[in-house]
């Protein structure tokens, strides 16, 4: 009697901001059946979590010293207690995070935090309600996971989402410096008088639209 191979797919391998490898397996499949093969794949990590999906907001501009403790998991302790103790039926997940990495952090007075919920209907009820942190009041919003492979419909890079972007326009047809004005044919038909009439990407420079799936750029963060 020979037993059964398990083939479990992988749909992403990532690194998260706190420096955690995040893997995704395909639909069809479980995270449990990953957790059952950890002796094939985990050797060298310190340790293996199974998580299920969680519904996230992020909570605007909290002041970076509202909260001090000896260190950033006690700090995500006390926030966790201090939440789930001042504000009416909210349950978090886990502790939250703060949205970006230390380096980026500092010398800011305001950052933001990631909170996470079991269930969506918890996400709503945190969305719907005035979130108090420490005592002051915060704006929230549903929080958005950005992967690598995200791409701006803005700028044409990847890593971010057109409404946080910070880089100057540029045209997903002809890589112009105006916004996309999606045509009816094959051309760029901007408003503002494109001079192309052939594709253009604008992160590398090839005769095809910025989104094209063979885009060297594309393909290195996919």
Known sequence: MTNAKLTISIVLVRLSVNNNIVIEVKHGHTVAELKEKESFWSPGLQEVVVRERWYKLVAHSVATDLIVADNEEKQM?????????????????APPRWLTKPESRAGKLHSSLVLSFKTPTELKHALSNRLVIAGTPVKTSEFIDIKPSTQCRNCQKFGHYQRICRHPTRCQLCAGEHSTNLPKLSTCQSAKGCSYTQFKCANCEGSYKATYHK???YMEVN
């Open 77 to 93: 302790e006390a926030f966790m207690e201090d939440i789930e103790t001042y504000n009416h039926d909210i349950q978090l997940a």
């Open 215 to 217: 885009c060297e750029v």
